[in-house]
C-alpha cells in the first residue's frame, strides 16, 4: 500500500519526516513505537518509517529510488 498523503513542497515532506524522527527517537518502549509508527504509517508508509527507525540519514530517507 502506498501512502495516501502528498506533500505540497520538498521542504513540507522534509518537515514532517524530522518531527516523525523526533517522536521515533523519543519512543522508549515497543509500545511507543508501535503508537507512533500507527499515527505516522498511513502518511509516509512503512518503508519510510523503517528507515527512519534503523537510523537513516533525512537525506537519505528522502532519496527518491528509481
Given at each position: ?5 502528498t506533500f ?58 528509481g
Amino acid at each position: 500500500m502506498s501512502p495516501t498523503t502528498t506533500f505540497n513542497s520538498p521542504e513540507e515532506e522534509r518537515t514532517y519526516l524530522t518531527n516523525v524522527k523526533a517522536d521515533l527517537d523519543g519512543a522508549q518502549t515497543k509500545a511507543d513505537v508501535v503508537e507512533v509508527w500507527k499515527r505516522h504509517y498511513l502518511t509516509i508508509g512503512h518503508r519510510k518509517l523503517g528507515r527512519l527507525l534503523i537510523g537513516r540519514s533525512l537525506d537519505e530517507v528522502l532519496k527518491v529510488r528509481g
